[in-house]
């Protein structure tokens, strides 16, 4: 059974920062590329950031140099660290591991709530 696990969510005021931890279970962790979407209400679900097997990055423009996605292989873990955070980035966050070749090889973590306030 396939299982990610988002941790590190909670309240924080404007310009703090949060790292959000996602644990993988039931899949080859090292081989999927690993993502970070966010959904605010009333918004469209959005891709914050992913990265490859191979470490590579990309950022939606909104948290570039803001945001800083990384892995441990080791740990089963991706991580998702926000800094400088502002009140529009409040949202519930959640993980999602894709396959990079088989496209229906995609899962879901249950989601974080992220909420910058003061």
């Known amino acids: 059974q396939v299982q990610l696990v988002e941790s590190g969510g909670g309240l924080v005021q404007p310009g703090g920062s949060l790292r959000l931890s996602c644990e993988a279970s039931?899949?080859?962790?090292?081989?999927?590329?690993m993502g970070w979407y966010r959904q605010a209400p009333t918004k469209q679900r959005e891709l914050v950031a992913f990265?490859?097997?191979?470490?590579?990055?990309n950022y939606a423009d909104s948290v570039k140099g803001r945001f800083t996605i990384s892995r441990d292989n080791a740990k089963n873990t991706v991580y998702l660290q926000m800094n400088s955070l502002r009140p529009e980035d409040t949202a519930v966050y959640r993980c999602?591991?894709?396959?990079?070749?088989?496209?229906?090889?995609?899962?879901w973590g249950q989601g974080t709530q992220v909420t910058v306030s003061s």
């Open positions: 990265i490859s097997s191979g470490g590579n990055t």
């Open positions: 039931g899949i080859t962790f090292s081989i999927y590329t």
């Open positions: 999602n591991a894709n396959h990079p070749k088989l496209g229906y090889l995609k899962y």
